[in-house]
């Protein structure tokens, strides 16, 4: 779907979207629509039961007056309450009720608003970003989709004034959106496609927006000692690699310490030796989520040119069942010199980010490191799917990611640490075992990573209950959700980045 911005005016086609206060208030241009029409749309919202609340929704088809196929009316709400969130999910919807009635091009008009917070410039910058946010598709391998099931809306034109100032504001936010969509097409593809290798190729692609990508093989993750890591992906006939990324958007910065992201990837979970159910096992591919949202996180700050330097580091492993697989027992060094006995082969997120999070903070000695990592199932117990989990080791972090998530509409809760957590993996053969007992599963997971941690402030997003979606939200469609590319993006822009 293509998003243009044009001056305000009468199409000759397709459909027109106007918007509509609470108390069906009409905006200046369903004003003028409905003089147009001789007032058939207030008749249409007094039969309706239309109010003009943010889910509300109201087409009129053949409207006369109008050369135009419809005229959809949508609900916005109060209009102090009109804020990029609320404007995204507007969007949103109008794309997927666009969509679900055939429509092929639609013209969507922004007014000026007496009392509210954004002018009529950024508001529809940001009902663009949300009707963008919402045309995402993963169809590539539906072959005999009937044409009815298709995504139909080509174009979706935005009017109002001064579309300049619009499209200046809707710039930096399209390019967080190609990252948006970069990381949801990797979390979204097979294992036969995406695996250790091929996801490394994926994130070599960042080269082309201004990235330094760097990719380490097995012999040179060897020789780090990243014992750990390949420990998981010895079973499988897939080559184990890291990754590294940077992005430097700040040379002249006073600080020139990075800002840290590190993902788990493993490109397919089976469990290992011990071995997951066969039910559901499938979605295993999306175990890269983790890494998934740093690629997509650094191909957004290049593309927007963030005056920020960060760095992104994902180790990317396949987790599988062979007569070369680790077992449960085994013993592995971890690079940094730290012993793991292996209890359960089906916790190996956390020895992936063990010698990742270690080879980061010890090369690149960042100001602040954040790991992403569909980690546990326990996390999903704990919060279910409204937000994704968060355990830090430093306050001001902590502060600054739960504001950036409230701000970009993916929202944490935080769990605790404590000594009383970490001594669930003490072992008595090793260092640690990589999994305490039964209680408090996701934040002994936390425990075991902050043991990898030295003094740099950092944070753990637990993302397995956010990474996919079972069904439809405003902005986000069925599937992989990228949850983590706009909070973290929404982080730098606020707190790191440089003014």
């Given at each position: 779907?293509?998003?243009?911005?044009?001056?305000?005016?009468?199409?000759?086609?397709?459909?027109?979207?106007?918007?509509?206060?609470?108390?069906?208030?009409?905006?200046?241009?369903?004003?003028?629509?409905?003089?147009?029409?001789?007032?058939?749309?207030?008749?249409?919202?007094?039969?309706?039961?239309?109010?003009?609340?943010?889910?509300?929704?109201?087409?009129?088809?053949?409207?006369?007056?109008?050369?135009?196929?419809?005229?959809?009316?949508?609900?916005?709400?109060?209009?102090?309450?009109?804020?990029?969130?609320?404007?995204?999910?507007?969007?949103?919807?109008?794309?997927?009720?666009?969509?679900?009635?055939?429509?092929?091009?639609?013209?969507?008009?922004?007014?000026?608003?007496?009392?509210?917070?954004?002018?009529?410039?950024?508001?529809?910058?940001?009902?663009?970003?949300?009707?963008?946010?919402?045309?995402?598709?993963?169809?590539?391998?539906?072959?005999?989709?009937?044409?009815?099931?298709?995504?139909?809306?080509?174009?979706?034109?935005?009017?109002?004034?001064?579309?300049?100032?619009?499209?200046?504001?809707?710039?930096?936010?399209?390019?967080?959106?190609?990252?948006?969509?970069?990381?949801r097409d990797l979390v979204s593809e097979p294992a036969n496609v995406i695996h250790p290798?091929?996801?490394?190729?994926?994130?070599?692609?960042?080269?082309?927006?201004?990235?330094?990508?760097?990719?380490?093989?097995?012999?040179?993750?060897?020789?780090?000692?990243?014992?750990?890591?390949?420990?998981?992906?010895?079973?499988?006939?897939?080559?184990?690699?890291?990754?590294?990324?940077?992005?430097?958007?700040?040379?002249?910065?006073?600080?020139?310490?990075?800002?840290?992201?590190?993902?788990?990837?493993?490109?397919?979970?089976?469990?290992?030796?011990?071995?997951?159910?066969?039910?559901?096992?499938?979605?295993?591919?999306?175990?890269?989520?983790?890494?998934?949202?740093?690629?997509?996180?650094?191909?957004?700050?290049?593309?927007?040119?963030?005056?920020?330097?960060?760095?992104?580091?994902?180790?990317?492993?396949?987790?599988?069942?062979?007569?070369?697989?680790?077992?449960?027992?085994?013993?592995?060094?971890?690079?940094?010199?730290?012993?793991?006995?292996?209890?359960?082969?089906?916790?190996?997120?956390?020895?992936?980010?063990?010698?990742?999070?270690?080879?980061?903070?010890?090369?690149?000695?960042?100001?602040?490191?954040?790991?992403?990592?569909?980690?546990?199932?326990?996390?999903?117990?704990?919060?279910?799917?409204?937000?994704?989990?968060?355990?830090?080791?430093?306050?001001?972090?902590?502060?600054?990611?739960?504001?950036?998530?409230?701000?970009?509409?993916?929202?944490?809760?935080?769990?605790?640490?404590?000594?009383?957590?970490?001594?669930?993996?003490?072992?008595?053969?090793?260092?640690?075992?990589?999994?305490?007992?039964?209680?408090?599963?996701?934040?002994?997971?936390?425990?075991?990573?902050?043991?990898?941690?030295?003094?740099?402030?950092?944070?753990?997003?637990?993302?397995?209950?956010?990474?996919?979606?079972?069904?439809?939200?405003?902005?986000?469609?069925?599937?992989?959700?990228?949850?983590?590319?706009?909070?973290?993006?929404?982080?730098?822009?606020?707190?790191?980045?440089?003014?």
């Open positions: 779907m293509k998003i243009a911005f044009a001056k305000s005016e009468m199409p000759a086609a397709g459909a027109i979207v106007a918007g509509v206060l609470d108390d069906r208030k009409l905006t200046p241009t369903a004003a003028a629509l409905d003089r147009r029409m001789r007032g058939a749309l207030g008749r249409a919202l007094a039969a309706s039961r239309f109010k003009g609340k943010p889910d509300d929704l109201l087409a009129v088809l053949a409207p006369a007056g109008l050369q135009a196929a419809r005229v959809v009316l949508i609900g916005l709400g109060k209009v102090e309450e009109l804020d990029d969130l609320a404007l995204q999910a507007i969007g949103g919807r109008i794309v997927a009720h666009l969509n679900a009635v055939g429509e092929t091009r639609a013209a969507l008009a922004v007014d000026d608003l007496p009392g509210a917070k954004l002018s009529a410039p950024q508001m529809a910058a940001s009902l663009a970003y949300g009707a963008r946010l919402r045309s995402y598709r993963f169809d590539r391998y539906r072959t005999t989709e009937k044409p009815e099931n298709k995504a139909s809306l080509k174009r979706l034109t935005v009017t109002l004034d001064d579309p300049a100032a619009a499209r200046r504001h809707y710039e930096p936010l399209d390019k967080i959106g190609e990252g948006v969509f970069f990381c290798e091929s996801l490394a190729q994926e994130a070599r692609k960042l080269a082309e927006v201004g990235v330094d990508v760097e990719l380490l093989g097995e012999d040179e993750l060897k020789k780090l000692g990243m014992g750990a890591l390949l420990g998981v992906g010895q079973g499988s006939a897939r080559e184990s690699h890291v990754v590294v990324m940077r992005w430097q958007g700040a040379p002249d910065a006073k600080d020139q310490r990075p800002i840290a992201f590190c993902g788990k990837g493993v490109t397919f979970d089976t469990g290992g030796i011990s071995i997951k159910p066969a039910g559901g096992m499938e979605d295993m591919k999306w175990d890269m989520a983790g890494s998934g949202v740093v690629i997509g996180l650094m191909q957004a700050l290049a593309g927007r040119k963030a005056r920020v330097n960060a760095v992104g580091v994902v180790g990317l492993v396949e987790n599988m069942p062979s007569g070369t697989a680790q077992r449960p027992g085994d013993i592995v060094k971890s690079m940094s010199g730290q012993t793991i006995e292996v209890i359960n082969t089906d916790a190996e997120g956390r020895l992936v980010l063990a010698d990742v999070l270690w080879y980061c903070q010890d090369r690149f000695k960042p100001k602040a490191m954040i790991d992403l990592a569909t980690l546990t199932g326990a996390i999903i117990v704990a919060l279910g799917k409204e937000h994704g989990g968060l355990f830090a080791n430093d306050e001001t972090l902590a502060d600054r990611l739960l504001a950036a998530g409230k701000a970009a509409g993916e929202s944490l809760w935080r769990m605790p640490l404590g000594e009383a957590y970490d001594k669930l993996i003490n072992s008595d053969a090793a260092d640690m075992k990589n999994v305490g007992n039964r209680h408090g599963g996701s934040i002994t997971a936390a425990q075991f990573l902050k043991r990898f941690v030295k003094d740099t402030p950092w944070a753990h997003l637990d993302i397995a209950g956010m990474a996919w979606s079972e069904k439809d939200a405003p902005t986000v469609p069925k599937g992989a959700t990228a949850y983590g590319v706009r909070l973290l993006d929404r982080l730098i822009a606020d707190y790191y980045e440089e003014k």
